[in-house]
DNA sequence: TGGCTAATTAGCTAATCGGCAGAATAGCAG
DNA sequence: CTGCTATTCTGCCGATTAGCTAATTAGCCA
């Protein structure tokens, strides 16, 4: 159970359930009720996705009545992306003294890009 | 613990120790001696946090005599990378005509925050 | 006030995790 | 074969997690 922020916000994002939620609530602001319906999943339940989202800053619960409506909060995931960038060229084979060869290759492929 | 190859990989990401171990990696090839070195942790726990990564496709191990060498495997990350691309325009936070308003929003936001 | 609804907290269980020590495995060198 | 080294496997422990039910808080309405 580390504490730093990083690895809270990759934990929140290592459940299933949890990334739904935060695919829901980024259509628009959503009810826990509305939340756990999808889900067969109890209100507590979701309630404490819902702390575990809150804690690593994803959401926010705001008041209206007795509704606590969530909204997604994106900044941790600009984070997540930010530690991803030290790693883009890795993934995408893009590396060292084969660069003109590459180069050579991206021009003819930039033909089959262009077909997606 | 849910089984979907998203899940494994942000569980594996959720760990400082083993996002060093795989920044140790991405400078080359290294054995699990070399990588338990610099944390003060003993060989078979090295060795658990190498299984998880390897069972989340992030790094692979080959053989050279008695050692078996890691070798940081990226594309798990652009998975990542791939799910992290729905949201980003979230945290770019330049959409549209209503800038001022969110940030007005956001500072307002901030105070429900702290009441944790 | 009392009743209704929405949501959270408390407490439980079974399963998992990160650390360790100790035993077992795999590959070299005499 | 006998050691020697690097690594993994097997248990163990304390802490954490996802799910549940039951009890509690918070806000509305009559």
Chains 1, 2 share one sequence.
């Not at 359930?17 to 602001?29: D, K, N, W």
């Not at 989202?53 to 995931?77: D, F, K």
């Not at 600009?78 to 060292?96: F, Q, T």
């Amino acid at each position: 159970m580390p504490t730093d922020q990083l690895s809270v916000t990759f934990a929140a994002l290592a459940d299933p359930t949890r990334r739904a939620i935060l695919a829901r609530v980024a259509e628009g602001e959503a009810t826990v009720m509305q939340l756990a319906e999808p889900f067969h999943l109890k209100l507590p339940t979701v309630s404490k996705h819902l702390k575990v989202l809150r804690q690593a800053g994803l959401v926010t619960q705001g008041r209206q009545a007795q509704w606590r409506p969530c909204r997604l909060e994106a900044a941790p995931l600009k984070d997540v992306s930010d530690w991803l960038e030290r790693y883009r060229e890795r993934w995408e084979e893009r590396i060292g003294q084969l660069d003109d060869y590459l180069q050579e290759l991206k021009t003819r492929e930039e033909k089959h890009d262009s077909e997606k």
